[in-house]
Structures are given as structure tokens and as C-alpha cells.
């Protein structure tokens, strides 16, 4: 045992605010930008959107499964997001597309204010049943609220936006736009994720422990509600820009089991997963040509068995892999020393 | 945080302290005072609501009448995370700390969450070398043993830097020879941090050692309080914590 006086600590590490994951996976998403100038095919331009849209709306889901809430309400603020840009776009003739990437993240952010106050005190089924009905009620709001919606047809002719004044309208330019709002949603995730890692950390692994040592806990929950909201917002931007329509199909509640699908399959425990997730998954759906109706059925038993597989999903398994590998190249590194130093 | 708000002490006053749950009173008038930087002991059999006072006076139940009073401030009914800034900090009888995280992490959490930094960390060092936390510094909690799981949640509330601790059978669950470390926790939190203590506890040898003063309790009242020697020895406390018949003595010897 130390003698108490002479007592010291270890030294303290430098914890830098990104990891490598946090680098490797922006850099993939800033890598994305290269596609739309580097390629043509208009079927590989789609693919790019369609996952970028799918790894942007996962985001949602994972700051969510910080805290081990699951949230089903990702498509209802995506909705949010989305019809703001398009009542913006066509009604009041906005096309700046920095000003409706600002108005998409924060009108659901806000929205998620007060829905938070009310459901953010729940936990596990109750959380996630009661944001499964929030998108339905969406839904509903959005097929009848016609006179600012467009109910049933949705709102068309969503103008092409703008980036400094130079319109953004060609295939690969709305694939530029959709990877732009990927990367904001990365970078404000990565960013607000590990700014407070140990207060989602505490409150995921210990609520009671973690109030008792003074954190507030619904104020990290409101907060990442609301930034969750932001960011599903941005990916409700990117479809509505895609489609150049806003309409309730692209929000239907069921493709939030899509969300939550990529968020576990590919790794909930880091933000490389999401994208991993949306990635394989929207290129298998698309390689087994499958059509949507199967796809939910087909993802939830692809959930099944990755949570009994591997449960951090298959960034998680890859990290395990490689920890094990270094572990085993540490020992053999201490071995070698070991032998060096009696030779 | 100042630190002059921390070594400056405060009594804990518990005032007429009512609770029940529905029609079951589990708690009924309770009155003591913790002086500023004292240690009062509290005993009694298990049920006799030891553990619902702790709750109540940490703000995690609300009491159905009376108050609490940290200095000159009313405490109960207070988000548990208020009292803690204020000062006034719980451990829990079971082991708690934030399993997959290191030794490091569990702490510096701790500090995050009080707002403190980790200077104070510095300053538990001697206790943290003594229970063997510093060899563990780097390993997972969840992967320590018992003894130290529960040392580590203990040492997470002084991290919080508080003024009046709370503490719920800390010696529980601890082999004979680790219970010195909870004699040297509480020296620890008195003396070097001049802080409170108020010690729930079933281990007699412990708080004969440490409490200058105790309170009995049973079936939700206040029986007896003061010095030790002189509370324990008095018939309606050794009826009530140690059971009048035979039969029970004979139970409480096998297990």
C-alpha cells in the first residue's frame, strides 16, 4: 500500500474532444462529396442520396440510444424539417439553401421542447410506444391540415435551392446538397455527443447514481430531444430537395423502423454505426430489389439476430475484433521485452 | 463552487419528519439535529425506515409532513441533483457506480456532474491510494471486486465535495478487515473536508467505534438517542433490534 502523504494520482490523459471514430466516420461522410463529381450514373447518384438521407435520419435514433431511449419519432421531425423547407421554398419563394438548413434544424428542434417536457419522463416501451403514435398523429396532422400542407398531394414544385446565389438543380448538385446536410448532421452529432459523453454515459448506466451526484438529468434529456429533432430535420430537408415535394409518404411511421435498424445493425455504441447501417442496408435493399413492403419485416429480423450476434452492431464487432488483435499483440510485445531483457 | 461554501459546514435539522405510503405509516414524526461537520449514527432493525429517511432528506421522496433543514435552507422535496449542489449527498447501500467505465471515469464524472474539477480528485488521493483505488486507477468498475466496487461508489459522493453526507450502510456486504476503511472514510470526510455525516449502519462495532451520538430507530419512530454505550444498553432497544425471543436470536446466529 502507498503511504497516504506520498499519494498521487496517475497522470491525466488527454482526452481530445474527437476520437478516431468521430474522424474516420466524418471523413467517409466528406468523402461522399466526391461522388457527384466523380460519377454519372444516375443510379449510383440515387444510392449516394438515399444513404446519406438514411445515415442523416439514423443520427436521430442514435443521440437518442445515448440515454437508451429508443425513439420511434425520428420520421415526425423529419416531417417537421421537411414541410418547413417546402412551405418556404414555394410559398415564400426561399431558395437560400444555408437559411433552410438553419429553419429545418430548428423549427423541430423547438417543436421538441415541449414534446420532450411531456414524454421525456417516460422510459423503454412506454418511450418508445408513445413516439410510435407521435409520428402517426403527424401523419394525420399532415394528410389534414391541407390549406398549409397540401394534405393528400403533398406540396410540389419545390424550387431548386440555392447555394450563394448559384442554383443547385442538376442530379449530382442535389446529391452535393444532400451531402452537405449529411455532414452538418455528422458534425453537429459528433459534436454534441462527445461534448457530453459522461452525462449521457451516467444517465444511460445510472440515473439514480447520477442525480444523486448532482447532474440534472431531464435537462441532457430535453436537449438531445431537441438536438435529435434538429438533425432529423436536415435529413427531412435532403428528401423534400430530392423529390422536390413534400409529401406524408416520405414520413410514414414505419420508416422509423428503418432508422432504428441502421442505428443497431451497424452500431449504436458509435456514430460510425449509423453510417455502416444505413449504408449496407440501403445497398442490400437495393441489391435483393426488393420492394418496401418486405423490407420491415426483413430488418427486424435482421435486428433479432444482430442483437443476439453482436450487440454492438457491426462497428462494435469490428472494434471487439481489433481490441482483441492489439491485446494480443501487446502480449506478445511484453513477451519479446521479456525476453530481450533476460538475453 | 467556492470552496468557502464547502469547508464551512452546515447542520442538517430534521423536523417532525411524517411519511406514509397510502395508509401505511412507515415514518412518524422523527426529529434530530446532525451538527455542523458532526457524525450522528442511526440504528434499528431492518424496516424500521432507516432507508426511507435517507430518501426523504436527499429529496428523492417527498415527505408527507415535517421539513428538513440544510443550514438555513429547506431541503426536502428538492430535486435530488439541487441538494447535491447544496451540498447534501447520498450513498447507496448497494454498490453504485457507472459499470464499463474505468475507475478514472466513474470519478471524473463525478466531478463533471458537481462542478467540480480535478483538483478535488487531488485531494481525495490519499484515501483513493489507501482503499487500493489508485492500482485499480485504468480498470473497469464492474470489473473490481465488492470491497472496492463499494469503496469507489462511496468515494464518488466525496467527490462531490459535500457539506452533509448520507450515508446508507456503507459497511454492508464489506469483509471484516475492509470495514477500516470505512473507519478512515469518515475521519476522511470529517476531518479533511469538514463535512457531516449522518451513518446508517448495522455494524455495532463500527458505530460504537465512530458515532459519538446516535438515534434508534424502529418501526418508523425515533426510540432512543444518545452516546452509544448508553443507548444500547437500554432494554427497549436491545428488545427492539435484537428481537426478544430466543428463537430469533438462534435465526440471526445461522445465518
Known sequence: MTSPSAARLPEERRQPLFSGVEWITLALVAMSFAIPLLVTNPQVLSQTNLILIGATAALGVFIMLRMDLMSFAVPCFMALGGYTVAILGIQLGITDVILLGIAA??????????????????????????????????????????????????????????????????NAQVVLTTCGLALVG???????????RYEFAAIEKNDVLAESLGLAGWKYKAIAFSVSAGVSGLAGFAIVNVLMTAHPSSFASMSSVNYITYTIVGGKGQIL???????????????????????????GLLIIVVTLVAGGGLVGLATNLLRRRERKAGVAVKELSRVEARS | MSTSTHTQGAALHVQSISKAFGGLKVFDDVSFVVPAGGLVGVIGPNGAGKTTMINIISGRLRASSGQVLLGDTRVDGRPVYTNCAGGLVRSFQQTATFSGYTVEDNLISACRFSGGNRSVLERLAPLLAQFGLIEN???NADVLPYGLQKMLGLT???????RMLLLDEPAAGLEKNERSNIDAYVRFAQQELGCGVLLVEHDMDLVKRLCPYVIVLDGGRLIAEGAPAEVLARKDVIDAYLGGSDEEDDDAQHS
Open chain 2, 156 to 162: 464518488l459522493a466525496l467527490a462531490t465535495q459535500p
Open chain 1, 105 to 170: 434544424f430548428l423549427v423541430p428542434a423547438i417543436c421538441a421542447i415541449p414534446l420532450g417536457a411531456l414524454i421525456l419522463r417516460l422510459k423503454g416501451v412506454y418511450f418508445v410506444l408513445v413516439t410510435f403514435v407521435l409520428t402517426e398523429i403527424v401523419q394525420l396532422l399532415l394528410f389534414e391540415g391541407e390549406p398549409l400542407t397540401g394534405g393528400a398531394n403533398g406540396l410540389v414544385g419545390m424550387p431548386a435551392v440555392t447555394f450563394f446565389g448559384v442554383e443547385l438543380f442538376s
Open chain 1, 186 to 196: 455528422f458534425l453537429v452529432t459528433a459534436i454534441f455527443t462527445r461534448r457530453f
Open chain 2, 137 to 139: 486507477w485504468h480498470r
Open chain 1, 273 to 299: 454505426g449509423p453510417l455502416v447501417g444505413a449504408g449496407l442496408l440501403v445497398s442490400a435493399t437495393d441489391y435483393f430489389a426488393l420492394r418496401g413492403e418486405f423490407s420491415p419485416g426483413l430488418f
